[in-house]
């Protein structure tokens, strides 16, 4: 499963002694990082609490539009209202993306392994479990109403994950299946008919009554979690999570920082979600399967990982950034790590689309599109290593994967 905390690849551990109060991060550092100036590393731990705001606003609104171009296409399903609808998943899915930088330390998104993150983005997902596939048209919860009665936003929440792994029931993926259907071709994405949400008239499709259901309300479902992890970062409020880690000693903010990237960079990114893909030539272990937007995902991490190092967020939101700390110690350095965050981004939109093309049998290692994917592996661990690096230049041990 690559939801929540990770199963196969080892979190990110930042080692200093004492609890961190997040995750698997401990410290026993002082309370201000050697090397760096505590005024500013006060107002980068608030800048970033700032972006994170700004990054989870930014999901939530452009998640709202699609949900409204969603309720259009079930209210007429028709191909040119389902392309509408598929666009704005489509337009959503990066802003959702670069918020993956802010996992990995126990944070509002993962908390305990009991935060919202399975039920946003659990993959891969098992088809079958919610609607018909190839083979076999009545598998799935919307086949089976005396099984699932119920299909509302509680109801899909209870079944999601429920006796594997891969059943999938809710989220981003859940929704892209219902929009897209299974992907059968090996040079596009899935063909789902719009057909099959028509409730009524001829071309009425089997369940099509709770097709439509089960997609509005697993995307209610999607908007409730994202605005309580936004919630849980408004500045306005003075009893939720940001306030909490606003007051924690400034060494145990940045090790969740750093510890969130640094896990993203490499364990995650680089590995659960492109090289076991890379390595496998499977579409399965592909984060976007459906919708052919796996590229797009990648870009979006990489960038999300990016914002946090230069203060760069969402609606112009601009500040110091953990570059910005590091060069009050070593500008040379926090150049480099800057530069090479760069470079991932760069060489992650280098990777021609779509991305399970380059997963297939009879394409070389050679190939331009597996040469690019190898390149971003490449570079995500590379910066994964300065990124170590650079933490103990502020006096912090940091263990990712």
Same mark, same amino acid.
């Given at each position: ?68 171009t969603i309720d259009t296409f079930l209210a007429t399903p028709t191909e040119d209202t389902l392309t509408a609808a598929r666009q704005s998943w489509l337009d959503a899915r990066p802003d959702y993306g670069v918020t993956e930088a802010f996992r990995f330390y126990g944070g509002p998104i993962d908390a305990d392994d009991a935060g919202p993150e399975g039920q946003i983005n659990a993959w891969p997902m098992d088809e079958s479990y919610v609607d018909y596939v190839e083979g076999d048209a009545n598998s799935g919860i919307i086949n089976d109403p005396e099984e699932h009665p119920e299909l509302t936003p509680g109801a899909l929440a209870e079944l999601n994950e429920a006796g594997g792994e891969t059943n999938v029931s809710t989220g981003w993926h859940a929704i892209e299946f219902l929009l897209w259907g299974q992907d059968l071709s090996e ?77 993203? *960079? ?8 492109? *090289? ?126």
């Open positions: 499963m690559k939801s929540g905390l990770l199963s196969s690849v080892p979190l990110a551990a930042v080692l200093i002694a004492a609890s961190c109060g997040g995750g698997d991060q401990t410290t026993t550092a002082a309370s201000q990082p050697s090397g760096a100036d505590a005024t500013l590393s006060a107002e980068v731990v608030e800048h970033y609490a700032d972006g994170v705001f700004a990054s989870y606003g930014a999901s939530l609104d452009s998640a709202t539009a699609m949900s409204d040079d596009g994405p899935g063909e789902r008919p719009a057909t099959d949400f028509a409730t009524t008239g001829t071309a009425a499709a089997k369940n099509a009554d709770r097709r439509v259901e089960y997609l509005g309300s697993v995307t209610e479902l999607l908007l409730a979690d994202l605005q309580d992890v936004a919630d849980a970062w408004d500045p306005e409020a003075d009893d939720n999570y940001r306030a909490e880690f606003l007051a924690k000693p400034s060494d145990e903010a940045l090790t969740d920082i750093i510890g969130g990237i640094g896990e993203l *960079s490499r364990g995650e990114l680089a590995g659960e979600r492109m *090289s076991v893909a890379y390595t496998e030539r499977t579409q399965e272990e592909e984060h976007s399967c459906f919708s052919d937007n796996t590229t797009e995902d990648i870009v979006a991490n990489a960038q999300g990982v990016a914002n946090v190092i230069t203060g760069d967020y969402p609606g112009g939101l601009a500040g110091p950034g953990l570059a910005q700390l590091l060069a009050d110690d070593d500008e040379a350095a926090a150049a480099e790590l800057t530069a090479a965050v760069e470079t991932s981004v760069t060489s992650a939109e280098s990777i021609p689309a779509p991305f399970d093309q380059h997963l297939l049998d009879g394409v070389s290692d050679d190939d331009p599109g597996r040469a690019a994917i190898k390149t971003t592996m490449g570079n995500l661990g590379a910066q994964t290593d300065l990124i170590v690096d650079q933490a103990a230049a502020l006096g912090l041990t940091v263990e990712v994967s």
